[in-house]
């Protein structure tokens, strides 16, 4: 598998972790810098981030891609995705969001990590 079929399978490896609430494979697939910037601006370290999938603060329940742009350099990456992603936040309401992520990726060890995403709709 070349890097960029291991790029987008790294993004639905996510989401497929988000929706069903795989602590071990969000510790995986994640860098031990990583950072989320949430669309209000809030951020959480890696640590904070599966904690709040695992308690319910950030409840996910599918995701449809809709578009994916991957640009490679040496050891790093960033993944631009559009995707609709049906989830209930900080208390809210289930909704269907039109889900803007940039991904930061990195390779170490000859393995593809986040490290970085940051969130907007669009």
Do not use: C, P
Request: charged share 25%; proline share 0%; glycine share 6%.
């Amino acid at each position: 598998m070349n890097d960029r079929e291991q790029i987008v399978n790294l993004y639905h490896d996510m989401y497929e972790a988000m929706v069903s609430k795989d602590e071990a494979e969000l510790d995986r697939i994640h860098d031990s810098s990583f950072i989320l910037i949430h669309m209000t601006g809030m951020r959480q370290n890696k640590q904070e981030y599966i904690r709040a999938i695992m308690n319910g603060t950030l409840n996910y329940y599918a995701e449809q891609t809709e578009s994916m742009e991957i640009q490679i350099a040496g050891d790093t990456a960033i993944l631009s995705g559009h995707s609709k992603v049906t989830a209930a936040v900080f208390g809210g309401g289930k909704n269907t969001w039109r889900l803007a992520l940039q991904l930061d990726i990195r390779k170490t060890n000859g393995t593809w990590k986040i490290a970085r995403a940051q969130a907007s709709t669009w």
